[in-house]
């Protein structure tokens, strides 16, 4: 009863806000706001004429390549500091340190170092994601008891056991954490790649239409974007949740 | 390598000195990358360390280092003032929750640079298109954890509320409001990260003074170094914001575990 109340409500807002964008969008001049029809209208235009996809597979793989290399640098390393303590207490003010810069601002500096193409704009994503993902792992690492190690140890557990049956378990929910904010993360630097980099993928879409007047397609392309940021994040959701209960959280 | 798990935590001097040893480490393997591969340009440790008090004393670098954190400044503010209202709404009444739920959450999960030309657009390339960014960056975590706070609220405190016959507004801003202030702190903190990424790259998209357009403009020029100074400032401003929240979230909620944080 509730659930499908729930739902209603959930659809009298969405409705009420299409309605909303629709009047408001009639009645503001066009270089402002344009009504939710001729958004959606504009965007199917975009992707018939073939355009949005190039764009948009464009946008992923600079996504998926950032994130992938931010996942496969991230999560040795936070692994190798929760089984070294010392490298651990060495590197972890200085791993704070970067995940709380705004990696945004060195995007000049890889423009005037790396120039135009396709490799600084990874850079770019993966400098964006590799902090949360590193930063939680370590918070993974430093949680992580000597006490259980020891245990694995008088039960005369292998390095390979250790690692199976302790190191794993324990840490790998904290870094599906850092995924998750990961995820967040590596869109922006994605769309700002796009934007400050050479020009590509989504990025270029909005800013091509800006330049040409076209609010519609600024707007269409925002919402795609926003919908693809809403499955990303639901996806990178789920899988904390998966692990949550085992990481004794209660969420 | 196994010993070095098994051993008590080192102590706090030889823990000191092992950090000081790793920065030492690392800004000698920029200083020595940097010389054997980059070109003479590209920031080093000991090219930042002789433009650094300069930099810093420069009324251009102090002028555009106050404009971004006043523009950040007042972003949180508002974010924090709006958030909280709508937050709460949304923490205590299911109808709120369910008609807006699904807009906070998009707008929360979109990335904020998106936006930047439809908000050129609409408020020109002006300071107010910076805070406007620096607003929408902070305001939807800021909600969102406000609503998980104030959904949060033990029921134990609420039927105090009840039995004292308290108005709803009371209730509201003397139970509810300070019951979920550990949520709200979680979620100052990813906001004000979020304010400042969205300051600096509204920066370089609309080129107003500030610490994002300092950097722009010296790294163009081939001043690394000077643009350098720039990051590490704002990187002190982020640092400095972190550790702020989590001390009054230390000092004043003892109990409230950090990894509660829901967002």
């Known amino acids: 009863m509730t659930r499908w109340y729930g739902w209603g409500l959930t659809t009298l807002g969405l409705t009420a806000g299409a309605t909303l964008w629709e009047i408001a969008g009639r009645h503001t001049s066009p270089a402002f706001l344009v009504p939710l029809s001729e958004t959606l209208a504009r965007l199917v235009e975009l992707g018939r004429s073939g355009e949005l996809w190039v764009a948009l597979l464009s946008s992923l793989l600079l996504f998926a390549t950032g994130l992938g290399l931010a996942v496969l640098i991230g999560v040795p390393l936070g692994l190798l500091l929760a089984r070294i303590q010392s490298l651990r207490v060495a590197l972890e003010g200085y791993i704070a340190f970067l995940n709380a810069t705004p990696m945004a601002a060195l995007i000049p500096f890889i423009l005037s170092i790396m120039g135009f193409g396709f490799a600084p704009k990874v850079l770019v994503v993966l400098l964006f994601a590799v902090f949360p993902l590193l930063y939680n792992t370590v918070e993974g690492a430093r949680s992580l008891k000597p006490e259980l190690v020891e245990v694995a140890r008088s039960f005369r557990s292998g390095e390979m056991a250790l690692w199976r049956d302790v190191l794993l378990p324990f840490v790998l929910p904290f870094a599906l954490t850092g995924f998750r904010q990961a995820i967040g993360r590596a869109l922006v630097g994605m769309v700002a790649a796009e934007f400050f980099l050479s020009a590509s993928g989504l990025g270029m879409l909005i800013q091509q239409d800006a330049n040409s007047s076209d609010t519609a397609g600024v707007l269409g392309v925002i919402l795609l974007i926003t919908l693809l940021g809403v499955a990303l994040m639901e996806l990178g959701n789920a899988l904390e949740h998966r692990v949550a209960v085992w990481r004794g959280l209660r969420r | ?263």
């Open chain 2, 1 to 263: 390598m196994t010993e070095a798990v098994e051993r008590a935590p080192p102590r706090l001097v030889a823990s000191v000195t092992l950090k000081l040893l790793a920065g030492l480490v690392l800004l000698a393997l920029w200083e020595i990358s940097v010389r054997l591969w980059a070109p003479a340009y590209v920031a080093r440790p000991s090219g930042i360390v002789l433009v650094l008090l300069p930099v810093l004393s420069s009324t251009p670098f102090l002028r555009a280092a106050a404009a971004t954190l006043g523009a950040v400044a007042e972003g949180l503010l508002i974010a924090l003032l709006a958030g909280i209202v709508v937050g709460i709404a949304m923490g205590r009444s299911f109808v709120v929750d369910r008609v807006i739920r699904f807009y906070m959450f998009a707008l929360f999960a979109m990335p904020m640079v998106a936006i930047l030309p439809l908000i050129t657009l609409w408020l020109g390339y002006t300071d107010g298109a910076r805070l406007a960014t620096t607003v929408f960056a902070a305001y939807f975590s800021i909600a969102l954890n406000a609503a998980d706070g104030a959904r949060a609220v033990p029921s134990e405190y609420l039927e105090v509320g009840a039995a004292f016959r308290a108005p709803r507004t009371r209730v509201l801003v003397g139970i509810v409001l300070p019951a979920s202030l550990p949520y709200l702190l979680a979620g100052i903190r990813l906001a004000a990260a979020r304010a400042l990424i969205g300051a600096v790259l509204a920066e370089f998209f609309i080129s107003v003074d500030g610490l994002g357009t300092y950097i722009l403009y010296n790294s163009r020029s081939y001043h690394h170094n000077e643009a350098m100074v720039g990051v590490l400032v704002l990187a002190g401003i982020g640092m400095g914001f972190e550790a702020l929240v989590n001390w009054v979230t230390r000092r004043y909620f003892p109990w409230y575990r950090r990894d509660e944080t829901p967002r």
